[in-house]
């Protein structure tokens, strides 16, 4: 559950001061899918910036799954971002001397997480790179690194998912593939992914798609039973089902509660 109220976002420029978002009131729960879309310099990566906590709005609060992250010093942003938190970025940032596996492991290593190296061979496996652990970021191509990142960030198993433009740098047949892995991921882990994407095609995939403008939400579709692709509509119309259970109305109820 990601919960923004009244988050705005002024930086200084010079003598000018430039505001970058304004006034963002949003609730995304768990489990969505949620694309950002808009055009270059509408605010995008600053929403997702803020959400992951890297940086501070300077109007209005932020809560993940209830806990105000506004309001942390950065240590225990830094804490709730290791626990809470996967980012992926357009660019991998991948080590380049570390191999596939260790990129995985060393991050679940530094955390402490336990049975890190049974972890990172099965999370190499379910992105498709069994056979490329020992490679290093340069012997794999753009959409090997991509997987290898996507593999780290769910080695937390994190309930928020952010992605920043992550098939930005990618031809389309791997940007497709990448696309179809986070979505997998995204509905077996119950992730709550947030991606931005101008690709309009893979963004008609979420459940819900969001357009930012100059810094403000000018859209907000969540799709209904039946809406969007032949395909995809069948499962959103699960989840839709699922969401309708006991299980699912009394999580509704308590994270309107949050
Ligand atoms: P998007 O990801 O949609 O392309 P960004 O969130 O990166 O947009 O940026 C939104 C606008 O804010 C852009 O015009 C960008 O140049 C500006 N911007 C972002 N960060 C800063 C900053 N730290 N200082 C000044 N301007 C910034
Ligand atoms: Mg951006």
Redesign the pocket.
């Known amino acids: 559950m990601i919960r923004l109220n009244n988050v705005s976002k002024t930086?200084s420029?010079g003598s000018e001061k430039?505001t970058?978002l304004h006034s963002v009131y949003l609730t995304i729960p768990r489990g969505q899918f949620v694309a950002v879309v808009?055009p270059?310099?509408?605010?995008?990566?600053?929403?997702l910036s803020l959400v992951a906590g890297l940086d501070y709005p300077t109007t209005g609060d932020i809560r993940l799954d209830g806990e105000y992250i506004t309001q942390m010093k950065e240590d225990e942003l830094a804490r709730l971002r290791g626990a809470k938190v996967g980012f992926i970025f357009q660019s991998f940032h991948l080590i380049p001397s570390l191999t596939a596996y260790e990129n995985i492991l060393v991050p679940m290593e530094i955390a402490g997480l336990p049975k890190a190296r049974e972890r990172a061979q099965a999370l190499l496996e379910e992105v498709g790179l069994r056979e490329r652990g020992h490679h290093y970021p340069s012997q794999l191509s753009g959409g090997e690194q991509q997987r290898v990142a996507i593999a780290r960030a769910f080695s937390n198993a994190p309930t928020i998912l952010l992605a920043d433009e992550p098939t930005g740098n990618l031809d389309s047949k791997n940007g497709a593939h990448v696309f179809e892995l986070l979505v997998k991921l995204n509905r077996e882990h119950d992730t709550t992914l947030l991606l931005?994407t101008h690709d309009h095609a893979l963004a008609n995939q979420a459940d819900r798609v969001i357009s930012?403008n100059e810094g403000r939400i000018v859209e907000d579709r969540e799709k209904g039973r039946g809406g969007g692709g032949e395909r995809e509509s069948g499962r959103a119309g699960e989840r839709v089902s699922e969401r309708g259970s006991e299980d699912g109305r009394a999580r509704e109820q308590a994270s309107e509660r949050t």
């Open positions: 930086v420029s430039l970058i808009g270059s310099g509408s605010g995008k990566s600053t929403l931005v930012l």
